[in-house]
């Protein structure tokens, strides 16, 4: 990481930050040990994920695929646990 990708970090998480508030991407997980990137999005196909992937301002230095999910699931799907007054 050099000094010009840190320096697009913040523009970077504000593109995301959007795709967030418009439910395009449900979630965003970085590793700094493996600099890994999971980013789980809603699209109608791969070719829109990769036209998304594209607009980041640190497009040019990422190496990914995209890949189709059959089942995603999580406790921020399930419906809320019932408390008893």
């Not at 590793?31 to 040019?60: F, G, R, V």
Request: proline share 4%.
């Amino acid at each position: 990481m050099d000094e010009q990708f840190m320096t697009l970090i913040p523009s970077h998480r504000t593109y995301i930050n959007h795709l967030i508030n418009k439910a395009i991407i449900d979630s965003y997980a970085v590793s700094m040990e493996s600099q890994t990137c999971w980013i789980t999005m809603n699209t109608a196909s791969k070719e829109i994920a990769d036209a998304h992937l594209s607009k980041s301002p640190l497009y040019k230095y990422w190496n990914y695929t995209i890949e189709e999910l059959f089942v995603y699931d999580g406790q921020h799907y399930r419906w809320p646990a019932l408390q008893l007054n």
